[in-house]
């Protein structure tokens, strides 16, 4: 089972079978846990993220499309997406933007098919949003990567709510001609 593809394991997930939820966890474990802390910053709240995660994937584990993508960018889409619900309900304390800009894009521990797969695109995608304007590119971050609204945007950056959707807009199509190819688009999804 431990040289099984990540669609056998996730197969095996959907059943139940307790060497391939093992398996399961143990190949994703890491990835999961580091994109949920990098977006939280928070130890306790990324396990709780982590976790939910798995359960989200053995929950949905049939709905699973390969036509979509890989099975990590599945379920770490997924990551994101409760990582950042998880951020929205804590709002405890501001973050500057300028200190998320400085982040950048979270990084996810790949394995060596997926970085065959998507290494260079990732690359791409990074020198495409470096060289946006700086308001373009603090916009889209938040947006894309922190899960933040035009409004929240426009309130955090002292914006009106017409200028950061602009901004967001403009920043995805920069980014979406920087991913054209002669007659074919890239998809970013």
Do not use: C
């Not at 379920?75 to 933007?97: K, Q, S, V």
């Not at 300028?98 to 990074?126: F, K, N, Q």
């Amino acid at each position: 089972m431990w040289a099984a593809s990540d669609e056998a394991l996730l197969a095996g997930l959907a059943t139940g079978d307790a060497e391939a939820i093992a398996a399961f966890v143990r190949r994703f474990q890491r990835r999961v846990f580091g994109l949920a802390l990098v977006i939280v910053g928070d130890t306790g709240v990324a396990e709780d993220v982590a976790q939910e995660a798995f359960a989200r994937a053995w929950k949905h584990a049939q709905a699973y499309d390969v036509r979509r993508g890989p099975v990590a960018a599945w379920l770490l889409a997924i990551t994101r997406n409760l990582a950042i619900d998880a951020m929205r309900l804590r709002r405890a304390e501001p973050t500057d933007p300028a200190e998320i800009v400085a982040l950048g894009i979270p990084e996810t521990e790949a394995g060596p098919d997926e970085r065959a797969l998507i290494g260079e695109d990732v690359a791409r995608l990074r020198r495409a949003i470096a060289h946006l304007p700086e308001d373009q590119r603090r916009a889209l971050i938040l947006a894309a990567f922190y899960g933040r609204t035009a409004r929240e945007i426009s309130d955090s950056e002292h914006v009106p709510l017409g200028t950061a959707k602009t901004r967001i807009r403009a920043a995805m199509i920069k980014l979406r001609s920087a991913f054209e190819v002669t007659g074919e688009r890239t998809d970013l999804r």
